[in-house]
């Protein structure tokens, strides 16, 4: 049944939204993003076909992501589209750099394929955004995005009405996913998803609907009931409330203060004992910091499990890490080279970017963040600068205990809030203002 569901939702949501594109003259860049981001949410709402191999060692999926990279840079050269001259491109440029020179100091290219294509995708998504906000504008680009993210938002809603749920890997609890495979892929393109009608709405300064968003977005987020995006999702708003805090006058530093309590003391008499056990095991995680310099085959069996396994995850790769020649603990082991080794991937892209391209390469990585947490923070718009540097946040917190950017869907999402991020500018939003008029 809910398949049905997904065709018929994707079929109305694709028509709907090409006949706006075309009444609202939206530029060709535009066009493209939404229908890249749309076609790989509706491969991946059904993972039963799109994720078996299919030719060789390759998807449905990552054949189309391998599509998507030859059709853009096809998109650039026949409409003679340039490339964004940026310091965070200039960084992913320089990790895509590395990871080729760890494949080939590990011999590792075949495995280095699918982040290469990955991070190639990045940089393409990234320049194909940049290119649509300088035609349209940020307002109408997150408009048209917005309609792409529509169709699991959807889904997960169809999913709640038609019962139709998963058990969650960590303790059995349940999770809707709307059919998609995954809650921690699907929670990000939830969090993304309703991010882009938030920002939407403050660059239009209507606050009734920018709230209503916010309280949307928690509420779709329990339903997914996974822990990181819930965390990422509470370090977007902590970020956001403390920066308007410390802006604010003193009334309104009280009134912050008030709502923060409220908001704490609601969360934490939520009756749910699955959610409370899980959050508990938050602040046990970060006083375990010690365990990282513990050999992982003294942890036991308790200690493997805990906080689902994570702390003895990053322990292995840490120390496999600090095991390997000279060069690879500069350089790495190549990219995904975990696989045959580890059990699983390693839930810390810190953690298994120092395994898969050694100290240089998470040395880049914290640069890149750095530097774009520090673009975000120059902003024009204030409202608007406050959601990205709180999107930034929650986008690192994401990559402190899973990975986004080994998702297809966290790439989408970093792409858009580095070129959203750049535009933040007076005369981007004055050209927001002029097309929505």
Partial sequence: MIDIVKVLVFILLAVYAHKWMWANACGKSTRVVFWV?????????????TYPQLIGPFSLVSLYSIFVVGFIFLFFLSNHIEIKKDTNLLFIGLILTLMVFAAVINSHYIQSVASLVKWLMLLQLTNLVFNAVKEDGAVKVLQTIGFSYLYPIIMLVASVVLGVSKATENDGSTSYVGGFNHEAVFSVIILSGMFMFILKAALERRFSLLFLHIGTLFVLLFLVNYRT??????????????????????VKKVAILFLGFLAITVVANIDSSSIAERFA?????????SSFTVLP???????RRFFSGRIFFWASYIHEALNGSVSQI??????????????????NTFVSFFYEVGFVGLFLLLVFFTSLTVKAFKGENWLAKILL???????????VATMPLWQIEGVIFLSILIALIDSNKKIAIKQNNKSMT
């Fill in 389 to 399: 540097v709180g999107a930034i946040s929650a986008f690192i917190i994401l990559n």
């Fill in 330 to 347: 500069w350089f790495g082991h190549g990219m995904d080279s975990w696989k045959g080794f580890f059990e699983k991937y390693a839930h």
């Fill in 297 to 303: 085959e003294f942890f036991d069996s308790d200690e």
């Fill in 281 to 289: 095991e938050i602040p046990q995680a970060l006083a375990s910091a």
């Fill in 37 to 49: 981001i749309l076609i790989r949410f509706i491969l991946a709402s059904f993972p039963n076909i």
């Fill in 229 to 250: 995006s819930i965390l990422a999702c509470l370090g977007l708003f902590a970020t956001a409330g403390l920066m308007v805090f410390l802006k604010s006058s003193m």
